[in-house]
């Protein structure tokens, strides 16, 4: 099971979940929630430590499961010696940096660190990092767990886009690391930074992979391995080859995309320890060691990263020193580590994969360590500042002896880790298959960063713990005597638990050469052997006898001491501006905020424009793609006047011709009368003359429902008219837009233009025979009982459609219920006397007693003829409903039709009773539940047939089923209950909105 | 007639383009009825007989075409629910912008 180690990472970031978001396990002290997540990396160290005897004997193992099988993505995960070495060092590093970060949160001694830290920090000039006791930091746990998945599952995946999936995640959980004390300016700025480049880069890796795969033909690893000469020989290698480079050099701080990573130093310290220098900036190291086999072994391949590596590994140890920051210096010299692996990886040589495997593991190992130690220095004194500190080891000794381990290693001296990681890098480069130029070159650059190196970590060890304090501190500010006195006062070993992460790494670094090189040997060597792509020998000896590496590693470390004693005047050295990357950086992203603004420039903010851009692209499309010349085609043309002349003339053509002719002309009135009410009724008018051509068709149910709908939809524009202010309507309708009329006057033209065309085409062009609709009318009284062809298709061939219709319109109803809900809180919120919400009226008013004066919509009595006619009214819709419902199989009119019935009589109620009145009366109105039952009903009534022999919304009758004796006419069949159900739906969805619309604006005026 | 019928369609839907795109929103809303109402007559046009009698199994002679009726069924009812919900957002920028004029609803207020 390989999935094994990223699910037990997996288990301890949701324990960190657990650990950051219930609040009764909060208050767990941070040293012990260290303890106990460092489990899940412990195990899953075990999990891989399980399979390495297997990897070690030359097996890869694989495990995969279909992923998105339609596009041949699978989740796959691949387990050779890469990955095991990556895999090891990500969980045992994240197991340490677990514990250690543990201890770096706890809550300190006030006593102790109110004077000094607080002092420390002031003279700093950065706010303490340090929290207060009851702060939870769980949450970082939660980040670092989920990181921890991420890079586990980028160096496990085996297939690239599951591999993707992981380096997009572990980008992300650096950007929340580095974020993490999120008032700080400079760790946010640093954390946008970071995700802004190595962002980027993951989509031009992207980019980079879907071309490997699509040249390979498969997105899985393996294929892609092994079509190494297919890829090599593609005319897209160079780009292919150029994306996935960009993706690696940004994430692994390649010049000149490095300085990314000295600004993610404003991470916590764990973090820094763990993603920014072991673990996730060798990702792109890990990457491209893991396409080396196939992408390699190209003169482009060795150019590109023997000239990046080279540079990025001389310029980070340059700038490195230059440092007086411990982090910071810590950092650069990551930077050049990271140049010296990418270069490795470029030389076509055995030793250098045998180089790129121990310098992986010797930097993870002593750079993991001095960052912890680092941390240690800055959590007891306060400051990372080498000018300031020094003089340590007599209060720290433990620290100081860990970091002068790992600093040995760090300055490649025998007989630590670090010695034979250098000793091997040079023996690469000097090996025959390179050019000669490069044999020259490389060493000679790379005994100049041996040097740099070899200082710095001289600085980092020495000026910390040895050094007099103060050394390059400037006179002018030698008033920090007294507080630096302070700090070596206050500071002492930090608690064992907190050294045991550096501790361990340092010791390894000092054990596995020095005593027990065989627990790493094999390991190592099948790393090598799978980046190599080819058998690659491993041996761990410290002395090789007197060759050339030895000499010239000795150069390095005599003019490393030379480096060691200027360091101060190097550092005193102004910086060079055209170095910095930052300001080509920050150039960048103001380039990007001007774009930005133009695009927003563009944004005219007025609705109508944006309707009048997209409706001109509409019919812009229309023109360009619709066809529509084929209108002006001879046949086409001859047909359309046949039919036009064919006509006979009739008393039903004169009628259609009339109600067109009324529909238009109430539509253009609505355009030029001036109140807004009486556009409403020529509107109403308007949809009254469809109506008429409708029932024309002949069409008398659709008719029917159009003559209801119209009638509803004025109501409900009405009662929305009158709740707006008055004044503010009367400023609307006087409204001048003279100025854009035209405009709208052309668009509006065009339009018209563009349907006429439209129609023509298409009724010129349609067939004269429908394939469906006999099908419909042969079948609708044999299958559904129902002559009603056209209710037949609603409630039955397309139930499933309706049913879907009323739950639409349901919706709807509940929509303009919460908005306007929403919009009355708005009201009281905005200071205006607040009148009770619609939930709370709707009880309320039926409890409340009657006005005594009986009023109607506007405040005006009704008479009493009117009253009654509202009982009658609302009688008769009842009668008309239940008639609708029962016959409408057979006779026009259908649940739809019934249901918008009942809601005009209630509406008329509400018109002639006034809000309050109606409400009392109609308290049994529930439009809530009818909304329920109808849409429970379908259900039910759909459902049923299945149970009784039928299927799914086919068609079954009850009433006979059960024997029931029932009026001539009359079945209690699924479409009647669908009817039923639809005119319960309906009923509540439009006493909804037409209650919520009505609701009485006593306030306004 | 089709003729005829396909000019009414346009004229319809210029009117509605017309008042859809006009300042004040009640207007916009009723531009939107209008153009539904254009779209319906266009999918009656559409069907593939010309009726002489009602789609009932029961009548005799040529039947209208049922299929565009239904749809057209459907569609009224469900541009019915939007026009509701139209209207209410319309309540919903009164009270937020005080404005039932459409360039004066920009930018985002609380």
Known sequence: MLALPIIACLIGASAGAAFTFIPRVRSIPSHALGWLLAVAPASAFTAIVLHVPQITAGDALTWRIPWLPALGVEFAFYLDGLSALFGLIITGIGALVLIYAGYYFAPKHADKRATGGSHAAALHGKPSLHTTAHQTNAHFFLYVLLFMTSMLGLVLAGDVITLFLFWEGTSITSFLLIAYKTKDEEARSGAFKALFVTGGGGIALLAGLLFAAAISGSTDLMTILSNGDALRSSPWYPVMLGLIAFGAFTKSAQAPFHFWLPKAMAAPTPASAYLHSATMVKAGVYLLARLHPTLGNTPLWFWLLIVTGGTTMLLGAIIGLRQSDLKGMLAYSTVSQLGALTMLIGEEAPTAFKALAIGILAHALYKGALFMVAGIVDHETGTRDLRRLGNLWRVMPWTFLICGIAALSMAGLPPLFGFLAKETLLAAELEEVLPRLTRIVLPAVTVLTGALMLAQAASLALDTFVTRPGVGWPAARHDSEDGRAHYALHAHEPPAGMLLGPAALAALSLIITAFRPEIVVGLLASAATAAYGAPVKVALDLFHGINLPLILSSTAIALGIVLFTLRSPIRSIPNARALNMNLIYDGVLRVLDRAADIATRTQAGRIRIYLAVILTAFFALVIAFGGLWRVFDGAALANLSRRLFDEPFSTQTALRAFGLILAVAASFVSVIIRRDLLAIIALGSSGLAIAVVIALEPSPDVALVQAVVDTLTLVVLVLALSRLPHAQRRRAEELNDSGIQKWNALLAVAGGALVTALCLYAFGSRPRTSLVTPYYEQNAKPLTGAADIVGAIVVDFRGFDTMIEITVFSVAGIGVFSLLRYAMKKRETAGLPAEGEIESNLAASSQRPLPPTISGIDGGRTSPFIRALGYVALLLAFILAVVQMVYGHDQPGDGFTAGVTLSLGIGFWYVVFGYDEAKQRLRFLRPGLLIGAGILTVMAGSTAPTFLGGGFFSPFDFGAALGLPLPEGFYISTSFLFELAICLAVLGAATLIIDTLGHPERDLE | ?110
């Open chain 2, 1 to 110: 007639m089709e003729v005829f019928v396909a000019l009414t369609i346009s004229v319809l839907f210029a009117i509605g383009v017309f008042q859809l795109l006009r300042r004040n929103l009640i207007r916009s809303a009723i531009g939107m009825a209008i153009v539904s109402n254009a779209i319906n007559l266009f999918l009656l046009a559409a069907g593939a007989y010309r009726g002489e009698v009602a789609a009932y199994a029961n009548q005799v002679g040529q039947r209208s075409d049922a299929l565009p009726q239904a749809l057209i069924l459907t569609a009224i009812v469900i541009s019915m629910g939007g026009f509701a919900v139209v209207l209410s957002m319309l309540y919903v920028l009164s009270v937020r912008y005080k404005t039932s004029d459409s360039d004066e609803v920009k930018g985002l207020t609380h």
